[in-house]
């Protein structure tokens, strides 16, 4: 697919882009090819080809779930303006 001058700065408009005119040839050639590899792709066949979360079959590591840091929230509060049955009271801001 070939993509015009005109079609290129239809398209800069839309999306809100300031392209100067002598760039206008460049984008052109390069959205053309882009549109031309996707018209490539959309002709394969992936009937058979299971989808994958990775491209290199890898696992993500995690680390242990343990408790790293001591519970302060007694102190928090104690120095908190508001505190009600452990938890925070701040202004209503939401009507």
């Not at 053309?32 to 290199?56: F, I, R």
């Not at 519970?71 to 104690?78: C, G, P």
Request: no cysteine; charged share 20%; aromatic share 4%.
């Amino acid at each position: 697919m070939s993509l015009s001058a005109t079609d290129v700065k239809k398209i800069a408009h839309l999306a809100r882009l300031g392209i100067e005119d002598k760039d206008v040839a460049h984008y052109a050639q390069d959205l053309s090819g882009m549109l031309d590899l996707v018209a490539q792709m959309n002709a394969l066949n992936t009937e058979n080809v299971s989808a994958m979360a990775h491209p290199l079959e890898q696992h993500q590591r995690l680390r242990a779930d343990v408790v790293s840091e001591v519970n302060l929230r007694e102190q928090f509060q104690a120095i908190a303006p508001q505190v009600e049955a452990g938890l925070y009271l701040v202004p209503k801001v939401i009507e």
